[in-house]
């Protein structure tokens, strides 16, 4: 008896894990929630903030280079943080379904939260344009999938309009819930490193999380959390750069999937950011991303989805630009294993194959 006192008391004195709520029971007093809103959550949020050796040391000039790695929310990217907000505050306003067009991770996200709030999700995603992983997650949540011969820009103009004549509310990033969501990043940023980064690297599609980012910064600056604003550098694929270049683009292409996207919502807010950060959105090729990678990979052990690369990719194309001494936060919006085929068919690894199940045959392949 007195044996399994002692041994719950030393369990009891070395807990260090603190359960986390979720975002929005964490950061309810900088949300729009009162105690009527039901909160769906999947503890969200809390993602690592991890340095990176290879990068810093690769940029040189006393430079430190975090991640912010925040494909490890739970459906494996950042639009969790988005989704516990626009999902639970559809359900405060009674709606039973949800509807979002998707280059594939916000369809795997609404899925997972509308369902754990028991709501209908449709999702409409681009055929043959979807990774693996996304779709996988979608159907094994229980989606309404809608897969159409045609790109995320028109799958989005059709789901706004069904949203404006049907019950069923849009969770796509014009959802202003999604935005106050995903700002909760850069609260623990700051939160991390005790102040705001020199520079924020974020890849661009609709444009939502950068412009969720700076609302976050800009309200810690407000409260003093933080003595300083982050430059904001917005980084788009070259093939599909509506936002670099200032203009549409009809048939975006590249092999980053979810930010393959012509016609961004938030274009203005965007632009905006652009402008009050002294920021800079810049293109760059899928070659870039994919060394970028590679990079995270092999290096630091860090496997992201090409999209996400892209914030390493943007910043390694201006490290001559980057101030002596500064800190720099990239943003890793998706997890790696959502896009299995990418990383298949981009690594440079040593793969033996077909081998005779023998130990000579084994250490021979060894070259030991
Ligand atoms: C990994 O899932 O648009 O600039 O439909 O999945 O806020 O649009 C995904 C976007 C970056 C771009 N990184 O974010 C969708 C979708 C990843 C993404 C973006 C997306 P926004």
Redesign the pocket.
């Known amino acids: 008896m007195s044996f399994i006192k002692t041994i719950k008391n030393s369990f009891k004195k070395n807990t260090v894990h603190k359960t986390w709520p979720g975002l929005i029971e964490a950061y309810m007093q900088w949300l729009p929630v009162s105690e009527k809103t039901p909160i769906i959550t999947l503890q969200e949020g809390a993602t690592p903030l991890i340095y990176i050796r290879s990068v810093s040391e690769e940029i040189g000039k006393n430079v430190k280079v975090y991640v912010k790695y925040d494909g490890l929310n739970p459906t494996g990217?950042?639009?969790d943080r988005g989704m516990t907000m626009a999902i639970s505050k559809a359900k405060e306003n009674n709606c039973e379904a949800v509807i979002?067009?998707?280059?594939?991770?916000?369809?795997a996200s609404a899925a997972a939260y509308a369902k754990r709030g028991n709501m209908r999700a449709f999702v409409l995603i681009p055929e043959g344009y979807v990774a693996q992983g996304k779709l996988a997650q979608a159907l094994v949540y229980g989606a309404e999938v809608i897969s159409i011969n045609g790109n995320?820009d028109k799958a989005l103009d059709i789901v706004r309009e069904i949203s404006t004549q049907y019950p069923v509310t849009l969770v796509?990033?014009v959802n202003p819930f999604r935005l106050e969501g995903q700002k909760t990043s850069a609260f623990e940023i700051i939160e991390s490193l005790g102040n705001a980064p020199d520079w924020l690297c974020i890849?661009?599609?609709?444009?939502?999380?950068?412009s969720?980012y700076w609302m976050g910064f800009q309200e810690y600056f407000k409260h003093k959390r933080s003595d300083k604003l982050p430059r904001m550098l917005g980084f788009q694929a070259s093939g599909s750069a509506p936002l670099v270049h200032e203009k549409i683009i009809h048939e975006p292409q590249t092999i980053a999937t979810?930010?393959r996207?012509g016609n961004?919502v938030?274009r203005e807010k965007a632009l905006k950011v652009k402008k009050e950060s002294n920021g800079k959105f810049l293109a760059i090729t899928d070659e870039e991303i994919i060394r970028a990678y590679k990079l995270l990979g092999e290096k630091e052990g860090i496997f992201c989805?090409p999209?996400?690369a892209a914030s390493v990719a943007g910043l390694l194309k201006l490290k001559r630009e980057v101030p002596k001494d500064s800190t720099i936060v990239c943003v890793l919006?998706?997890n790696g294993l959502?896009d299995p085929d990418c990383a298949i068919n981009n690594n440079d690894a040593i793969f033996h194959t077909n081998l005779d199940p023998t130990i000579n045959d084994v250490v021979k392949a060894m070259k030991l």
């Open positions: 990217s950042f639009k979002c067009a998707s280059t594939g991770n916000t369809s995320f796509n990033s890849p661009m599609g609709n444009a939502g999380n950068i969720a979810a930010i996207i961004p938030n989805e999209a996400s919006t998706g959502k």
